[in-house]
C-alpha cells in the first residue's frame, strides 16, 4: 500500500527532522522513539538498537549511527558523525564473498559505559566494551575494550591518558606511555 504525503506536511517533516537542532525537538525525536528518559536525537542520527538497552540522559549527535546489540549506558554523550555498529560479516569461502546479513560468531556486542563521550567522526567496533567515563578523542577508532576514565585517541585507538575520577583532571601520557611531569 503507497502513503502519500502532501508538500506541507513532507517539508514540516524535513524540516524537523534535519534542520531543527535544538533541545526541545531533540527531547521530541527521542520520544518518538521511545528512547525518553531525558535523552536527546540531533536531527539525521539514526538509532537502531533497542530502547530498553540505552540509558537515562543520552544525547545521540548529528548524522550519528547506532544499530545492532548496542547498549548505552545513562550521561553518555555521542557526538556527530559517530559510528556505533555491533555485528560482523563473515567471509564464506564457497561464494567468495562477505554475508549480506551480520552472522554470529563470537560476542560481537558494544557496551559504552556511565558517563562516556564519543568525540565527533568515533568508530566503535563490534565486541568493544567501553569503560565508565572515558573520553574517546574526534576521529578515534576504537577496536578494544577500555578500561574506566580512559583517554582513547588514534587509529586505531590507544589509550593517550586517563581522567582523575575525584578531581576531573586530565592526565596525558608521553610517547612512552606514563603519565608526563608537570
Not at 536531527?43 to 549527535?61: C, E, K, M, T
Not at 555498529?85 to 561464494?95: E, L, M, R, S
Not at 582523575?164 to 606511555?177: I, K, L, M, Q
Amino acid at each position: 500500500m503507497a502513503y502519500y504525503i502532501n508538500d506541507d506536511d513532507y517539508r514540516m517533516l524535513t524540516e524537523f527532522c534535519n534542520r531543527r537542532d535544538n533541545r526541545e525537538d531533540g527531547l521530541r525525536r527521542a520520544a518518538i522513539l521511545g528512547i525518553g528518559k531525558g535523552s536527546m536525537v540531533a536531527p539525521g542520527a539514526l538509532v537502531r538498537i533497542p530502547v530498553d538497552q540505552i540509558g537515562s540522559n543520552v544525547y545521540f549527535g548529528l548524522y550519528s549511527y547506532s544499530n545492532g546489540n548496542v547498549t548505552v549506558g545513562d550521561n553518555v554523550l555521542i557526538g556527530p558523525h559517530c559510528s556505533i555498529a555491533a555485528g560482523n560479516h563473515k567471509f564464506d569461502p564457497a561464494t567468495g564473498w562477505f554475508s549480506g546479513r551480520t552472522e554470529p560468531d563470537g560476542d560481537d556486542s558494544i557496551v559504552i559505559g556511565d558517563g562516556c563521550w564519543l568525540a565527533s567522526h568515533v568508530m566503535i567496533s563490534g565486541g568493544v566494551k567501553l569503560g565508565k567515563a572515558n573520553l574517546i578523542c574526534a576521529g578515534a577508532v576504537v577496536t578494544k575494550s577500555t578500561p574506566d576514565y580512559a583517554i582513547m585517541a588514534g587509529i586505531p585507538a590507544k589509550q593517550v591518558g586517563y581522567i582523575d575520577p575525584v578531581t576531573g583532571e586530565y592526565h596525558w601520557y608521553s610517547r612512552e606511555g606514563e603519565p608526563e611531569e608537570k
